[in-house]
């Protein structure tokens, strides 16, 4: 991490156009150790850097709330994996979610996001933001026309859009919003949790900013809490930054040093998750239980088309209707043994969630309620044929009651 000591590896732009994406993500960000050689990069827990004198600073380090190298590390790689100028890692997805919108809005103002979104990115912006006089506007992002409506509606700095939707499966037309945002003036942010950046590159679709729970398919392991935002435009990124900076909700180093881990995996973690999720989905869709499976890589579903467009395949998550309305939900829900029953998602293990009284409790009786007949399956990376065994004594018991 001293400056006399070059990398080994060309940085920036033409580093990123050149190589692919598993190149980047076991090499940005991740230099040798200078002293030692050590390949990986030593995790720095320090909170304070000593200085050559008074603000004599070695390679700009000065605290750790500001700046960390193991935290930098991570951050390099993934702007270099999402395409953008900055990233920067939080203690959580909501905590970048807050720095993002308290630095890039102002009392008065509105954002427009999806009437699909996270239930806690709602419960952010309606329960904490709302007191503070951000205004929110929900809408279906399928209809082009009332997001157009919505964000010349007031003065409306954000459109914000989830794509594939927490837990509704709905894909989203990045480059359609983007260019409704920039007619207006607004910024396009595009929630990139579900697809993670080896799916999905919204920045390339014309996005302006990407946020993440790196807690999911970044993380990937259920063992690390973290969030990022990655922005497009150095100066918006900065903006951002300071306020990181100043309120502090910055990741650890060694939640940092978990992530960065995690990513030099995820393009053959979401390559598996992707070939597992579409044997559920379609093992799912053959059977009589089932009334719908939302998962955008079957040819019926609404947004098939749009998502192999934008997407590199289709991913790991998968949510599931139940004829027998909540209680065959409920029953299918508590009877799976593969699948652990537990909030979150993108892990390796699978796991089972009941939205509507787990992760999305928080909008039951808003216009966000997810549907009590629906149970939502983060696909792991387990042997398919134990997971499509799970999933039959599952639905036998479901069917039981
Ligand atoms: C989990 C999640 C978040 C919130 O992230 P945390 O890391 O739990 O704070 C935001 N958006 C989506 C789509 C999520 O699934």
């Given at each position: 991490m001293t400056d006399e000591v070059k990398s080994q590896r060309p940085e920036g732009e033409a580093a990123e156009a050149a190589e692919g994406f598993a190149t980047l993500a076991i090499h940005a960000g991740q230099e040798f150790e200078p002293v030692t050689g050590a390949v990986v990069p030593p995790v720095h827990f320090s909170s304070t850097y000593a200085q050559d004198g008074i603000g004599g600073l070695r390679s700009g380090y000065e605290?750790?709330?500001?700046?960390?190298?193991t935290r930098n590390s991570l951050q390099t790689q993934l702007a270099a994996l999402e395409g953008g100028a900055m990233a920067l890692?939080?203690?959580?997805?909501?905590?970048?979610?807050?720095?993002?919108?308290?630095?890039?809005?102002?009392?008065?103002?509105?954002?427009?996001?999806?009437n699909d979104a996270y239930g806690g990115t709602y419960r952010l912006i309606s329960k904490i933001l709302g007191p503070w006089g951000i205004e929110n506007q929900p809408v279906d992002m399928a209809d082009l026309d009332a997001v157009r409506a919505a964000v010349n509606s007031g003065d409306v700095p954000l459109l914000w859009v989830e794509t594939p939707s927490n837990p509704l499966m709905k894909v989203s037309d990045i480059a359609a919003l983007a260019e409704i945002a920039h007619e207006a003036g607004a910024l396009l942010v595009v929630d990139n949790t579900f697809a993670s950046p080896y799916l999905q590159k919204p920045l390339s679709l014309g996005a302006d900013i990407v946020v993440h729970s790196t807690t999911k398919y970044i993380g990937g392991h259920s063992d690390v809490v973290g969030g990022a935002v990655v922005a497009k435009d150095a100066e918006v990124g900065e903006k951002i930054q300071f306020l990181q900076f100043a309120a502090g909700g910055v990741s650890s180093p060694m939640d940092a040093f978990l992530t960065t881990r995690s990513l030099k995996t995820l393009a053959v973690r979401m390559e598996r998750h992707s070939d597992n999720a579409e044997r559920v989905a379609e093992y799912l869709s053959g059977r009589d239980e089932v009334s719908a499976v939302l998962y955008p890589g079957l040819p019926d579903h609404p947004g098939h088309d749009l998502a192999a467009r934008q997407m590199k395949r289709f991913g790991g998550m998968v949510s599931v209707r139940f004829k027998g309305g909540e209680a065959a939900a409920r029953r299918f829900t508590e009877a799976t043994r593969v699948f652990t029953l537990a909030e979150s998602l993108g892990g390796i293990e699978s796991l089972v969630n009941y939205p509507s009284e787990m992760t999305h409790a928080s909008v039951k009786g808003t216009e966000l309620e997810v549907p009590a007949d629906l149970v939502r399956l983060s696909v792991g990376i387990e042997d398919v044929e134990d997971i499509l065994a799970d999933l039959e004594q599952a639905l036998q018991a479901a069917a039981q009651g």
């Open positions: 605290y750790g709330r500001g700046t960390n190298p890692s939080f203690g959580s997805g909501l905590a970048a979610e807050d720095a993002l919108l308290r630095a890039l809005m102002r009392p008065g103002q509105k954002v427009v996001l999806g």
